[in-house]
């Protein structure tokens, strides 16, 4: 390499009389790449034995697996921009005589990039952003010699020329005056110099709306209703000038007051963008579109789907037998239906409460233990916005001691088995029932 400023080339020698330690090889200033080798020569020659060290600004070299004396010279497995900066000087010392010589300072000219993210510079926040402000972004790569910088936008190349913003290398800058939605993107950037090339390790997303884009301020909901009740659908977008506002049926059909299909003669579409369907029948379920359209920009379009409230009939219970003292439930299986029907228990008119001996667990009648007053009717009812289904169980509850001979089935027997329809069953005499099954 080139000898360092202001040292000729040749060998160099501390001053006295006998001139003793000659420097064959001095180290020299030189360019080194971040985490790759390097070498700091050193070679000296004496009539008697030295000991050979180095300086960094005036402090000795400890030896350490990244940079370690080899021989008179220093090695450096991996030159570290931090550690490696500064002045290194080789020392020659002559321990019997104590003459002590000095090499020429070297240094070395570290290359290197670093990655950064895209951050926001200009405004402080985010939330300053608004059409028509400057904003300014920075990329955080960092290097030497100063790197050269480009920018992109969802992926596309920046070129410098571009009238609406402009770069400044020194500055690491993105200036987009003034800031309009066509600036909304990704934004990303690449750098590169004589090390080598590093792209933003974090990316920044600029999202500026555009004021003549249609907006949603509130969207349609599904709704359930009961046949021949009413249903009303909500939807509203914003924009400069105001958007425009259209509802469609499932089959594309437009929805206006002055012209209405056949099958929704009872719909009103009011001023604030909101939908009425009134008398609602089955052919008016279906896929409604809400539809907002700005100056510019594409439509937006939002759906929303009218379900007609229904339930099925419930399945029909068995008579049950049970024998007192025991612990007992009856699982009542809901209907079928939308919305999802609720459920419940009813005794002699009144509805079971959610503890206590016998009471009502989820779906499930519960008899925590069976007395023979327990024995009659039980209703279970589902409901919703359809209607009201009702299905009764007829409980026999028998004594303990009178089964306890007989050895018969009471429950499940595998003899006649029947199912009860239409509204209340008559409680069961004990009497006509042996443990054997029905009488």
Not at 277 to 282: E, H, I, N, S
Not at 365 to 390: I, K, M, P
Request: proline share 8%; aromatic share 8%.
């Amino acid at each position: 390499g080139p000898a360092a400023p202001g040292h000729p080339r040749g060998p160099r020698t501390k001053p006295s009389a006998q001139a003793a330690i000659v420097f064959i090889k001095e180290p020299s200033s030189q360019d080194a790449l971040q985490g790759r080798r390097a070498l700091l020569r050193c070679e000296v020659e004496a009539p008697g034995p030295v000991h050979v060290y180095w300086l960094l600004d005036g402090a000795p070299v400890q030896d350490t697996e990244r940079r370690f004396a080899q021989g008179s010279s220093l090695s450096f497995a991996a030159v570290d921009r931090l550690q490696d900066s500064g002045n290194f000087q080789c020392v020659a010392r002559d321990d019997i005589t104590g003459e002590e010589a000095h090499s020429a300072n070297a240094s070395f000219n570290i290359k290197w990039i670093e990655a950064g993210p895209v951050v926001l510079k200009h405004p402080a926040s985010e939330a300053e952003i608004q059409p028509q402000t400057q904003v300014t972004l920075r990329c955080h790569i960092d290097g030497h010699p100063r790197p050269a910088y480009q920018w992109f936008r969802d992926g596309t190349p920046l070129s410098d020329g571009q009238s609406n913003h402009t770069v400044s290398s020194k500055e690491r800058n993105l200036t987009l005056r003034p800031a309009g939605p066509e600036h909304s993107g990704l934004y990303s950037c690449c750098a590169h110099n004589a090390f080598g090339q590093a792209c933003s390790s974090q990316n920044f997303t600029l999202s500026i709306a555009d004021e003549s884009f249609a907006r949603v301020v509130l969207a349609p909901q599904d709704v359930v209703v009961a046949r021949n009740e009413e249903a009303m659908f909500h939807c509203q977008f914003s924009a400069q000038p105001p958007p425009s506002l259209q509802w469609v049926f499932e089959d594309e059909t437009p929805i206006t007051n002055r012209s209405r299909p056949p099958h929704l003669r009872r719909a009103t579409v009011f001023v604030n963008g909101s939908l009425l369907l009134t008398q609602v029948r089955p052919r008016n379920a279906g896929v409604y579109r809400c539809i907002g359209q700005g100056q510019r920009g594409p439509p937006v379009i939002l759906e929303a789907t009218l379900h007609l409230a229904e339930i099925e009939d419930m399945p029909l219970f068995e008579p049950r037998v049970f024998t007192a003292g025991s612990k007992e439930h009856v699982t009542c299986l809901p209907p079928k239906g939308l919305p999802e029907p609720s459920v419940w228990w009813e005794h002699a008119g009144v509805r079971l409460p959610t503890h206590g001996r016998v009471y009502q667990k989820g779906h499930e009648l519960v008899f925590a233990s069976t007395t023979e007053s327990d024995a009659g009717v039980y209703t279970c009812h589902a409901a919703n916005l359809a209607g009201q289904r009702r299905q009764d169980v007829n409980i026999t509850v028998a004594s303990e001691h009178l089964c306890l001979e007989g050895g018969g089935e009471v429950e499940g027997s595998p003899g006649r088995r029947r199912g009860f329809a239409g509204a209340h069953l008559s409680l069961q005499a004990w009497e006509s029932v042996s443990c054997g099954g029905w009488s």
